[in-house]
């Protein structure tokens, strides 16, 4: 081979080095901008939960509070950052332990349950929703869990995967201890009377089952909740000032200016959280967004699919979320109706098929949406191949190859190569092309 075809041979690959960085950046950018999205509506979830809360057990506005845990959390994880977190998270789960037993004990001995209730809130009986829920939840949940920043700090921290591993199973074995016990005063609270079987604060069922115990216990509980939501809050501080700094800027700003954007950002945090007094549906969105997304995104965690760049990760993403509209329009014939779907404005309990299938509607469209952003570049690349009278090379498997400053490409015919030497381009390690 002379220097002139090694040297065309070379800087093709190059080419597509420089096609697939650019496709990546896209995939990691658009996860970021997820990311921080499904940080933000877990931010407005927690205070408008704490304010919510705060109302129902005292009466009182809750705005005060909100105002001082933004404050009190802002400054502490400012001067302390990330590790300030994992201290407030030990006291995190002293906090639900200690819930948990005081709530099952005053539960227990304070709680009358009126028997005829049992069979009027028709909670034991086979339901329409019950049986969609065995798909949504494991879907919303497992993809959203994706995005959520603090749950890979804590991977990552993790000193061995043998710590990591451990760590798991003793939160596995926590949280569905914690989950059964808080989740089973939803009946109790309605089988009692102190929620009622025509409200629409179900998401409160949990607090309203405690306001009927004595006023000590309701202090104590109230000291709880407040530090339980503090330390949920900045460690979703903390995991969206990580995320901005060194996922979406590469650690290029100062890390002052990203803390000074989080600080602005939790303004609109207060406001949009005072206004949706439906915590459900905040989650509800995020679940939304993230199974549209994240199905297309873990394929190209499989070797197998090195063909898988990130443009298809984008467009199926945006896909998904697009097919829930149309799925929605159709479903229940208007355009609006259609839009309230993405917004879930009728929450888990419309009593129709209308959440089952945005949450079918969202990967399923996204991985149609993916194809079809699949077949239209390589059909694109194919076409653009055979204009320039190149090889194909949209489907061969990346090569390694070693490029640096001490081993630059011959510039021997082509007046083009100097600049390619040492250009922001340039490589000084081994990397998949």
């Known amino acids: 081979m002379d220097e002139t075809t090694l040297w065309h041979s070379r800087r093709l690959v190059l080419e597509r080095h420089d096609v697939r960085v650019l496709l990546a950046q896209l995939k990691v950018s658009s996860t970021n901008v997820c990311s921080l999205i499904t940080l933000f509506l877990y931010m407005v979830s927690e205070l408008s939960a704490l304010q919510q809360i705060i109302n129902a057990l005292t009466g009182l506005n809750g705005l005060p509070a909100v105002i001082v845990e933004c404050v009190v959390t802002t400054v502490y994880t400012s001067i302390g950052g990330f590790k300030i977190s994992f201290i407030t998270d030990n006291i995190q789960g002293f906090m639900v332990v200690l819930l948990i037993i005081i709530a099952v004990i005053t539960v227990g001995v304070e709680t009358n349950i009126d028997r005829t209730l049992i069979p009027q809130s028709g909670y034991l009986d086979a339901s329409l929703l019950g049986w969609q829920l065995i798909y949504i939840l494991p879907v919303a949940v497992l993809t959203n869990d994706f995005f959520i920043s603090g749950f890979w700090l804590r991977t990552f921290a993790s000193k061995t995967d043998k710590d990591l591993w451990i760590g798991v199973i003793i939160a596995t074995v926590a949280v569905t201890i914690i989950l059964t016990l808080v989740g089973a005063t939803g009946l109790l609270a309605a089988w009692s009377g102190a929620y009622k079987l025509d409200a629409d604060n179900g998401d409160l069922a949990f607090f309203l089952l405690l306001e009927q115990l004595p006023a000590w216990v309701i202090g104590i509980v109230l ?87 990130g443009f298809e990760v984008v467009v199926g993403g945006l896909g998904g979320i697009m097919t829930v509209f149309i799925f929605g329009t159709i479903y229940y014939g208007t355009a609006k109706a259609g839009g309230n779907l993405l917004l879930l404005e009728g929450g888990l309990y419309a009593n129709d098929w209308g959440a089952f299938g945005a949450f079918v509607a969202a990967p399923v469209g996204g991985f149609l949406w993916a194809f079809g952003a699949l077949f239209c570049r390589l059909a694109f690349s194919w076409i653009y191949a055979k204009a320039r009278d190149e090889r194909f090379t949209a489907l061969d498997k990346p090569q390694k190859v070693l490029r640096s400053d001490s081993d630059p490409i011959d510039a021997g015919s082509d007046p083009l190569a100097p600049s390619l030497e040492g250009s922001p381009g340039a490589i000084k390690s081994t990397k998949w092309l």
């Open 223 to 309: 000291v709880m909740v407040v530090s339980l939501s503090t330390a949920a809050f900045d460690s979703l501080q903390s995991a969206m000032v990580s995320t901005g700094s060194n996922d979406l800027f590469r650690n290029k700003l100062n890390i002052w200016v990203i803390r000074g954007c989080v600080i602005l950002i939790i303004v609109p945090t207060v406001v949009v959280a005072l206004r949706s007094p439906d915590i459900l549906q905040i989650y509800l969105i995020s679940d939304l967004v993230s199974a549209a997304l994240v199905p297309v995104l873990v394929v190209g965690l499989w070797d197998a699919c090195y063909w898988w760049t």
